[in-house]
């Protein structure tokens, strides 16, 4: 037992630098903006680089060019620095490079509530850039599995060479709490899969669609071609039909691939229980309290925690869902995932408990909202 | 080592995709020349390209080629540079890459990035059919100026020297000094630019005259001149970065602070505490010592805080939890104990106020009160909780208070909470005020 009292960014930052990360670059933003400072406070320490930059532009940029030298990079900003992200997402996407995003949901659209709480940008994590390629997208609940999903999201970026976005919010971020940080779970990052032949080095070759393409970083001996337009796998610009298939469909594939890796929920099932909760984020924790209370007052109810928001872990929710008759999901939103849980469970009654006040759910509104006190059997 | 023109422009890539009579061919085959000069190993250079008609120009080098969004190739050298400090990064960029880019360009000739900038700058946007660009010249036609440019043109060099970049330089692309304009670029120190006046074919030049003597005529309009027109000898940002950070390496890092039970576990299920002051009251940091107290008490706390966008100046809230086994609920329907210390916090809070059931109890500064509330309310005598009148002391006052009141932690948890600061000027501080708030306890109990 080791006992501190610290908040989210703490337990990011941590989670960061015990994952190898060794480059940062961001720019001032509440409710993230603890990172940056952590950050431009800690890599020093250890020969890494921390830079704020003009912008969050700029900011992404030098993070997905630090990566191809082979910097391990972290970024971190709120919703409005995500909206200008969002075209290096795509060209981080294209051209296979590991990252790290943290993103502070605060309250939106656009300037919103800088203080405010929210989860009102989980669709938009997803489908954040053009092309229609989807971000791998993961989220705490608390400050351990803030530690936790940041070692996941390095390891997870460097090993299919994609962006993740850590999706976390205001009230998880500044909320202190105690943990017991011996008992962090935490994820090795292994080092890219590294380019051992000669010259030419083929940048973007793979052999079968899943395949993560071997790396060597910009600086190696031999040439490395980096490009964000459609390639072929020497990195040259190709419209070639048959090249282009290939390679957009690698891109989907090496993700598809690790499938077995990209399901992290938490399944607290209970026997007799006719309703199930499903619920990430912040939510996630007043719904455990939630089902706690109904629990010890003799009710019976289930919760499924998604901490892998994107992909939709289909078949846990499917297994989760297995003889229940509804299903609540609380979100600080209008209703966002609530969509893919009616989406994957056709037919059966989804209820929502939302909030878009800025206020994080209480147990209480999700007993009474998604009426969990009468789910006695 | 020594190397020519072959290692870095790849003779079987020719040749060059621009159109007839485009000048960027002429640019590409200076910067050949160039590197042998510099005399930096081909695998040591990193070429950087955008968007735009010169942006597909990286095919034909044998360096490391990293081919970006439109506008943003400063970015990308940036961050190549900083990652890898050894790297010779150059970028190729339009005018029109400039022109979206012209944030980054600012900025990294202000922090004085150690990159080579080759703005090859046509007057318009060429790949996108002729458009005009921040450099397209007063009364110039474009596709988007059929009556005359009616903006003013930017000069790329004079913006190095505002932004106060170590080097920049202007130079027509037939200039015999190009290549050699170009080695000097790469070789300075510090960020540095070359604004490489040229030719569009297929757009600019059928929509105006150009030639050497209507480029020369603008020159002396606009008073301008070509060869080296900023040198400055500041240390580049890697340099600078090491050195004012050297303090800083082989510090172990900021791990966290354990905190052992030293203290008995007060008996409770489990109490929720809602403070509510104003922003520079230190409600937040004084919520953290208390929130330590109660770890140091075998509890699990929250603290979950809220204020407004303004810094030292309206409401300011910490809600916490207390309870033998983790927290869930970040925040309750109903507080056990609140404690308002200033106007903005009980008035933001007056809708939970009004809520409160008969068994929850609100300890508040007298000139507070009345509150509109069904729970108990304690007055708190503004004599009682004044530490030498000072504003950051009177919420960890009111907590020291509301400890001696209740069993939420023991007076000497919070002190040693209070030790634990990693200030020791605020330790030692707080540590007096809690000190002084013992002893009046002490007397009036």
């Known amino acids: 037992m080791a006992r501190e009292y610290i908040d989210g960014t703490e337990a990011i930052v941590r989670g960061a630098l015990h994952a190898g990360c060794d480059f940062f670059a961001g720019y001032p933003i509440t409710p993230s903006s603890g990172v940056l400072v952590r950050m431009m406070r800690e890599l020093p320490k250890i020969g890494g680089m921390a830079v704020q930059g003009e912008d969050e532009i700029a900011s992404i940029g030098m993070c997905i060019a630090a990566s191809m030298t082979g910097r391990r990079p972290l970024t971190a900003t709120s919703g409005p620095g995500i909206s200008l992200y969002s075209e290096n997402l795509g060209l981080a996407i294209m051209g296979e490079v590991p990252l790290v995003i943290i993103n502070v949901q605060r309250l939106g659209p656009a300037t919103g509530g800088a203080t405010t709480g929210a989860e009102g940008d989980v669709q938009f994590v997803q489908w954040v850039t053009s092309g229609g390629l989807p971000m791998v997208v993961l989220s705490p609940t608390d400050v351990a599995t803030s530690y936790w999903l940041t070692t996941v999201a390095f390891r997870l970026a460097e090993k299919l060479r994609i962006p993740v976005i850590l999706n976390t919010s205001k009230d998880l971020v500044q909320t202190m709490e105690t943990v017991d940080v011996s008992a962090w779970r935490k994820v090795e990052v292994e080092p890219r899969k590294a380019y051992a032949g000669g010259a030419p080095y083929l940048p973007y070759r793979f052999d079968e669609l899943g395949d993560v393409p071997e790396f060597l970083p910009v600086g190696a001996e031999h040439q490395v071609r980096f490009t964000t337009s459609m390639h072929d796998e020497k990195g040259n610009l190709t419209k070639k039909p048959a090249k282009v298939d290939r390679t957009f469909r690698h891109l989907q594939q090496k993700i598809l691939a690790c499938q077995d890796e990209l399901v992290l929920v938490d399944r607290d099932h209970q026997d007799g229980a006719l309703t199930l909760v499903v619920a990430s984020g912040v939510s996630a924790r007043s719904a455990r309290a939630a089902v706690d209370r109904v629990r010890s007052d003799g009710g019976k109810v289930s919760i499924l925690t998604v901490y892998s928001v994107w992909p939709v872990p289909e078949q846990a929710i499917r297994n989760a869902a297995e003889g229940m008759s509804r299903i609540v999901v609380p979100e600080m939103n209008v209703g966002l995932y609530r969509r893919e849980i009616e989406r994957v469970l056709p037919g059966l009654e989804v209820i929502g408990v939302n909030r878009v006040d800025g206020e994080v759910l209480t147990p209480g509104e999700i007993i009474r909202t998604g009426r969990l006190g009468g789910a006695i059997g | ?445």
């Open chain 2, 1 to 445: 080592m020594s190397y020519d023109v072959n290692d870095y422009l790849l003779a079987d890539s020719m040749p060059y995709p621009f159109c007839p009579g485009c000048s960027h061919g002429q640019v590409l085959d200076a910067l050949g020349k160039a590197l042998p000069m510099v005399g930096v190993a081909p695998n040591r250079v990193a070429l950087v390209t955008d968007i735009g008609c010169i942006g597909i120009s990286d095919k034909h080098f044998g360096m490391h080629t990293f081919h970006g969004l439109h506008g943003r190739s400063v970015t990308y050298a940036s961050g190549l540079k900083l990652g890898n400090p050894d790297l010779t990064v150059i970028v190729l960029v339009g005018d029109g890459g400039l022109g979206l880019g012209g944030h980054h360009f600012l900025h990294a000739a202000r922090r004085n990035v150690d990159i080579t900038v080759l703005v090859c700058n046509n007057f318009n946007f060429g790949m996108t059919g002729g458009q005009h660009s921040v450099t397209t010249p007063h009364q110039a036609v474009t596709a988007t100026t059929t009556e005359g440019n009616f903006e003013y043109p930017l000069d790329i060099a004079g913006l190095v020297d505002v932004a106060q970049g170590n080097f920049a330089a202007r130079v027509m692309f037939h200039d015999p000094r190009l290549p050699d304009l170009i080695a000097e670029a790469i070789r300075s120190p510090g960020f540095a630019a070359l604004d490489i006046w040229e030719m569009c074919t297929a757009y600019f030049a059928k929509r105006n005259k150009v030639s050497r003597s209507v480029l020369e005529e603008q020159l002396r309009e606009r008073n301008l001149s070509t060869g080296i027109v900023v040198r400055r000898d500041r240390k580049g940002y890697v340099e600078q970065y090491r050195h004012s950070l050297e303090a800083l390496q082989g510090k172990p890092l900021s791990e966290g602070t354990e905190l052992a039970a030293e203290f008995p576990r007060p008996v409770y299920p489990r109490q929720s505490v809602l403070i509510a002051g104003r922003a520079g009251q230190k409600v937040r940091s004084t919520a953290m010592i208390l929130g330590r107290a109660g770890v140091l008490s075998d509890l699990y706390v929250t603290q979950r805080d809220d204020y407004p966008v303004t810094v030292m100046t309206g409401h300011s809230t910490a809600e916490m939890v207390f309870q033998p086994d983790p927290v869930n609920e970040l925040t309750v329907d109903a507080p056990d104990i609140v404690l308002i210390t200033s106007e903005e916090g009980r008035d933001v809070i007056r809708e939970r106020l009004r809520g409160l059931p008969p068994t929850s109890v609100v300890y508040a500064l007298e000139e507070l009160l009345p509150l509109d509330t069904p729970a108990r309310v304690e007055p708190i005598a503004a004599d009682a909780v004044n530490i030498q009148k000072k504003k950051t002391q009177i919420v960890l006052a009111c907590v020291a208070w509301m400890a001696a009141k209740t069993q939420v932690v023991s007076l000497e948890a919070l002190r040693r909470a209070a030790w634990f600061d990693e200030r020791q000027s605020i330790a030692d501080e707080n540590l007096a005020t809690l000190a002084e708030m013992e002893s009046r306890l002490a007397r009036t109990r």
